[in-house]
């Protein structure tokens, strides 16, 4: 299957390009976000017909999002543009969102069938984004991820030991619990899809995808920090992690996770399995 990937210099981007060249299962047309700045509907309409490609996956959004980087209205509206190319040449579009669709205000896994709720800015645009992708494209399939992290990039990994390696202190959420996902793992997820979609399945819809245990942001520095360790002279204790002051409101964006497995057989995995390998990854490109 010809696969054009738009958002290749994103963390879950380039990891889904390292892993399809490792497997050979899939012919690829890769462009970065930079090359996706469309000013017009027309030069998006172009690319993705000009791309003869059977699938279109969009990283470029979840990054935004999980990166802190502003989505602006005209990030959706090129999204948008993208949705009605995929309708009009007849392929599927695979649309990454996030879990940060959510409030996290249920204390149960949220699933598919649960409603955006979240207020924030960055919360809404993503909720609006996947609308207008469900809404000009027939052939859809929106896979939300828990927040993605990887050895480069900006993400959870890269965000953290930036100020621990300069021996400051981390004030971290203790109370907003998720599902990190290591971008590797989202990169098998995605490629799984990809090759049960070769198949001719048509399971057009919403998705979702986290890991098998959840965490806090406090957690889950905690055994960043404790992998880290192994190769700067800071230990556990020479950087102090300070969780924020108590009497916050718990907050939950776990994903259910039923619908991705009973359908494309994809099992969850635990995000701690990969910490070690990317710190390791991470210090080995500074």
Same mark, same amino acid.
């Not at 955006?116 to 929106?142: F, K, M, W, Y």
């Not at 619908?259 to 490109?285: E, H, L």
């Given at each position: 299957?010809r ?8 963390? #879950?981007?380039? /990891?889904?390009?390292d ?5 050979? =299962? %899939?012919?690829?047309n890769? $462009? ?19 791309a ?45 969102s ?27 645009? #993503?909720?609006? /984004? ?8 027939? =052939? %859809?399939?929106?896979?939300? $991820? ?58 057009w819809g ?7 245990d ?14 880290a ?23 939950? =964006?776990a ?8 359908t ?23």
């Amino acid at each position: 299957m010809r696969v054009l990937l738009l958002g290749t210099d994103t963390p #879950l981007g380039q /990891a889904l390009v390292d892993y399809q060249e490792t497997l050979g =299962r %899939h012919e690829g047309n890769f $462009l970065s976000r930079s090359a996706c700045r469309w000013k017009s509907e027309r030069q998006a309409k172009k690319v993705v017909t000009r791309a003869k490609c059977d699938i279109v996956v969009d990283v470029r959004i979840e990054a935004a999002g999980d990166g802190g980087d502003p989505i602006q209205e005209l990030d959706l509206k090129r999204c948008h543009w993208v949705a009605k190319a995929c309708q009009r040449n007849k392929i599927p579009y695979l649309y990454i969102s996030s879990s940060r669709v959510f409030s996290g205000q249920l204390e149960r896994p949220y699933s598919e069938d649960d409603l955006p709720d979240n207020e924030e800015t960055v919360g809404q645009l #993503l909720a609006n /984004a996947e609308q207008l992708v469900s809404d000009s494209c027939e =052939r %859809h399939l929106i896979l939300r $991820l828990g927040p993605i992290f990887s050895y480069e990039g900006t993400n959870l990994i890269t965000q953290m030991l930036g100020p621990m390696l300069q021996g400051g202190s981390l004030v971290l959420d203790n109370n907003l619990r998720g599902c990190p996902v290591a971008a590797q793992d989202g990169a098998r997820v995605v490629s799984a899809l990809l090759d049960q979609l070769s198949t001719g399945m048509q399971p057009w819809g919403i998705f979702h995808y986290g890991s098998s245990d959840t965490s806090t942001y406090y957690e889950f520095a905690e055994a960043l920090l404790a992998a880290a360790s192994q190769f700067s002279e800071f230990t556990a204790s020479a950087v102090q992690l300070e969780r924020e002051p108590d009497g916050l409101v718990p907050l939950n =964006r776990a994903l259910e996770c039923g619908k991705i497995r009973s359908t494309f057989a994809i099992k969850q995995v635990p995000w701690r399995s990969a910490v070690a390998d990317i710190v390791k990854q991470y210090y080995a490109r500074q």
